[in-house]
């Protein structure tokens, strides 16, 4: 294990209430301040943090089973990612690179088109967010196609600025009052296996007769899916049905843009989960894991198809930053390095494992599923699909006083999603597993 993951004790270790009584002082300072519109779903306020571990202020160990929402993949400060980020802080930290470039921009444009799906040449965008690269890529995608149209899918999420919010599925909390939305966003079914019943190619040919009905294909700019929901509760599509959904854009002329914003950079054991699916998107948006906790996103894809606009028409003061490009190369070296591809496998592995053996001891557990590092179990009533949005809460609110931080998911609440920093020992993957055991049996 490296230092950056053994200079925190990778323990969970309870010394007060949770939250303790520093992280209530905080709190109440936040309320006064803080817009209410930022919710807080657990009130801890962290101290500093190291591999799977956060320490909050009044020290104890809390066992990350979030990353900050997908972001800490590569393990909380890794060291090699704060040294590169503090050597470029150290040499230039901004000059906006429209105006005067530097290395590590270009760098992580290097990385980003060798690693993504596809062997042809390509071009990458760098922003600031998950929401700003999806932006982006719609914006590319209608320049290059010279049409305005958008497709997206049910139960998926984009971001929080005015085209992504019209873009998500969920209208709570996402959406409502905060309109009007952009328009020419196109909603269509997913692939939902466990309440569909549908196979891929099923799936498939509903979503196509509904956009090729509602919208038609040549009106259609993009079609903008998450390999993987995230927010809508991990959902993995039935086989087959990505690659149908590719193969129909292929032949109509419509940018196929796979939203790896969650799923990307390693999250699957896959630097893209889109190579999982065997398919080769146009376009491919990254953020969250792929800097370690800076921010910094992209689109990368189809060189024809990233060079469509005219020389600034895209940008941005900070996009592409010099500490968050110079992070982003560190993780890609540091997964080749310590081949952390494995690592993301083994949680896959363990954690699976031992939420399908928890299925066999609470049926309230509808479905266990997720690939590599991204993990979800589902509650139902027994036997049934029918949602149990009861037991999430539940469980979440028992295993953060012993120490444990889990994030939920889902349109309905329902899903306890997993996802772990890849440096996360199976000890604490099991210890995890077995206080949602007690939380279930305490239900
Ligand atoms: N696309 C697939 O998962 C961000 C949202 C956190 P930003 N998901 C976490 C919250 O409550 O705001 C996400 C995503 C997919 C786009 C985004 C947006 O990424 O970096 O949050 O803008």
């Not at 040499?91 to 760098?107: C, D, P």
């Not at 088109?113 to 071009?123: E, V």
């Not at 090729?212 to 993009?222: H, I, S």
């Not at 009533?381 to 953060?400: F, K, L, M, N, S």
Request: with cysteine; proline share 4%.
């Amino acid at each position: 294990m490296n230092t950056a993951v053994s200079s925190v004790a990778q323990e969970r270790i309870v010394v007060t209430e949770i939250p303790g009584p520093k992280s209530l002082a905080l709190h109440a300072r936040r309320q006064a301040v803080v817009s209410g519109g930022v919710s807080a779903t657990y009130p801890i306020y962290i101290d500093r943090a190291k591999g799977a571990i956060m320490v909050d202020v009044d020290g104890n160990h809390i066992v990350d089973m979030g990353g900050g929402i997908g972001v800490m993949t590569i393990g909380h400060s890794d060291d090699a990612v704060i040294e590169a980020a503090a050597a470029q802080a150290r040499a230039v930290t901004h000059t906006l690179f429209t105006v005067a470039g530097y290395e590590s921009y270009v760098r992580v444009c290097e990385l980003l088109a060798q690693h993504t799906p596809g062997d042809f040449a390509k071009k990458t965008v760098l922003v600031n967010s998950g929401a700003e690269a999806v932006e982006n890529a719609v914006k590319i995608a209608r320049k290059y196609t010279g049409r305005s149209g958008v497709a997206v899918l049910d139960h998926g999420y984009h971001g929080r600025t005015n085209l992504t919010m019209a873009m998500n599925f969920k209208a709570m909390p996402y959406k409502l009052g905060f309109g009007p939305f952009a328009g020419d966003i196109h909603h269509a079914p997913n692939s939902y296996p466990f309440h569909d019943g549908l196979s891929g190619e099923e799936a498939a040919a509903r979503t196509i007769s509904y956009l090729e009905k509602k919208v038609g294909a040549q009106d259609l700019a993009c079609l903008v899916v998450e390999p993987i929901q995230g927010e809508g509760g991990f959902i993995v599509p039935a086989d087959g049905f990505l690659p149908a959904l590719v193969k129909w854009c292929n032949e109509n002329g419509i940018v196929y843009v796979s939203d790896e914003v969650q799923s990307g950079i390693m999250r699957t054991g896959n630097y893209f989960a889109s190579s999982h699916f065997g398919i080769v998107p146009d376009l491919v948006t990254s953020a969250k894991g792929i800097a370690g906790g800076f921010p910094i996103a992209g689109v990368t894809g189809r060189a024809e198809i990233m060079d469509a606009s005219h020389a600034g028409g895209l940008g941005g003061t900070f996009g592409g930053n010099p500490m968050a490009a110079a992070a982003a190369v560190a993780v890609f070296e540091e997964i080749e390095k310590r081949d952390l591809m494995a690592e993301a496998k083994r949680v896959e592995k363990t954690l699976k494992g031992a939420l399908l053996e928890l299925q066999k001891k609470h049926p309230v557990i509808g479905e266990v599923r997720g690939v590599g590092a991204m993990l979800a179990v589902e509650f139902t009533e027994p036997g049934t699909d029918t949602p149990r949005a009861d037991v999430v809460p539940h469980i979440t609110a028992y295993a953060i006083k012993k120490g444990l931080l889990l994030l939920s998911a889902g349109t309905y609440g329902n899903v306890l999603r997993f996802l772990p920093a890849v440096v996360t020992s199976d000890e604490l993957l099991l210890d995890a597993v077995a206080v949602i055991d007690e939380a279930l049996s305490s239900l």
